[in-house]
């Protein structure tokens, strides 16, 4: 069962937006969820990950910091906080289940969902 992102849209520069994501029927499988985003014609790309045990989260050293992962345990629910968004921000934001925390690598995370369009416009 994929897990499945929720929240996008379209947005103007400088705005701000939510993403979720939660498996469906069931709970997560691993301690580690992940964002990636792919805009057209280029490669998905990393954005960042959360430990649900502890918390602890990880940007790579090329993030700008804008986005903020957390989690509802009560809800089951990993969210992406948006802010300052930039129209190249445009993409489909996917979110996964990885296997160990601190990679960045998209074969170390699964249960690939369908993504959520995120639109920035200018």
């Known amino acids: 069962v994929q897990l499945q992102a929720s929240g996008g849209g379209l947005v103007q520069a400088g705005g701000s937006l939510t993403l979720s994501c939660a498996p469906s029927?069931?709970?997560?499988?691993?301690?580690?969820v992940g964002w990636f985003r792919q805009a057209p014609g280029k490669e998905r790309e990393y954005v960042t990950s959360?430990?649900?045990?502890?918390?602890?989260?990880y940007f790579t050293e090329a993030w700008e910091g804008r986005f903020t992962i957390s989690r509802d345990d009560a809800k089951n629910t990993v969210y992406l906080q948006m802010n300052s968004l930039k129209p190249e921000d445009t993409a489909v934001y996917y979110c996964?289940?990885?296997?160990?925390?601190?990679?960045?690598?998209?074969?170390?995370?699964?249960?690939w969902g369908q993504g959520t369009q995120v639109t920035v416009s200018s």
């Open positions: 029927g069931r709970t997560f499988n691993t301690y580690v």
């Open positions: 959360i430990h649900l045990k502890d918390g602890n989260t």
């Open positions: 996964a289940e990885g296997k160990l925390f601190g990679s960045s690598r998209s074969r170390d995370f699964g249960s």
